[in-house]
């Protein structure tokens, strides 16, 4: 079980703009540190700074080894499956009664553990489980989340819906027999045509940017099937300079433009 000591807390608050690679060749100067740990958080605090700010400023939030964020949404009930670092899962919860966060990395479900309470999110629940083993097993629920793995063995990023895992499209009935609706998140990289043919009940496609980058694709798919997919483009923006955007057009509107 991960536990800081309240002295590697002290040293990391008071070294949290620090080069964490000038601190790992000093570790000897602090043997009472727990220096690995230490330089995971402040790593980690680093990259919540840009990524996710509200996060950042609560000092007790604690953050994996190896951080990657890019892949950092009447009762309702919510399954987040894989929940890896659980950034995704935190955020959707706020809008359900009951949420259950599905991880196989049993570090990361302490990690949860932890980081929920202290975010107030005490209506989640978290199952160290294989993710498609646990959908098999589970009750229905009425909204499923997925953001499939998008590295390969060699840790190289991959884009196609095949090379994630779990590999949805093979998932796709099964999803739908277990949630009213189900959202999907995949790489911002994808050609959205395939993804439209391999996902047969996609509704609706949900493309967000921040300051005119593409960094998120959703898809949201359906019980039932739509004459037309409604394609929503969101653009936000960090500078005070401009305005969000936000507009809504089919396949067919797109294809006659």
């Not at 892949?71 to 899962?89: K, N, R, V, W």
């Not at 009750?139 to 949805?168: M, Q, W, Y």
């Not at 045509?193 to 005119?212: F, G, M």
Request: proline fraction near 5%; charged fraction near 25%; glycine fraction near 4%.
């Amino acid at each position: 079980m991960m536990q800081i000591s309240p002295e590697t807390q002290l040293f990391i608050r008071e070294h949290s703009s620090d080069d964490v690679r000038v601190l790992a060749l000093q570790a000897k100067k602090y043997p009472d540190i727990d220096m690995p740990t230490a330089i995971t958080q402040i790593a980690g605090r680093k990259v919540a700074a840009e990524k996710i700010p509200s996060w950042w400023e609560i000092e007790k939030i604690w953050y994996p080894k190896h951080l990657s964020l890019e892949q950092c949404s009447s009762e309702i009930t919510l399954t987040a499956l894989p929940g890896g670092f659980g950034i995704d899962c935190s955020f959707l919860a706020t809008g359900f009664k009951s949420a259950t966060y599905v991880e196989r990395q049993e570090e990361l479900c302490e990690i949860a553990a932890h980081n929920f309470p202290v975010l107030n999110l005490n209506h989640i629940n978290i199952k160290n489980e294989d993710g498609v083993t646990y959908l098999q097993a589970m009750s229905p629920v009425d909204c499923l989340f997925l953001d499939p793995a998008r590295r390969n063995e060699h840790g190289g990023k991959t884009v196609a819906i095949s090379d994630c895992e779990p590999n949805v499209a093979e998932l796709e009935e099964l999803l739908l027999q277990k949630a009213n609706r189900v959202m999907i998140k995949l790489s911002p990289m994808l050609d959205l045509s395939l993804a439209l043919k391999e996902l047969k009940q996609t509704q609706e496609v949900h493309i967000l940017s921040v300051n005119n980058e593409c960094k998120e694709l959703l898809i949201l798919l359906g019980q039932t099937s739509p004459t037309e997919i409604s394609i929503h483009c969101v653009n936000l923006s960090t500078k005070g300079t401009q305005e969000e955007q936000h507009f809504v057009f089919t396949r067919e509107q797109e294809q006659c433009s």
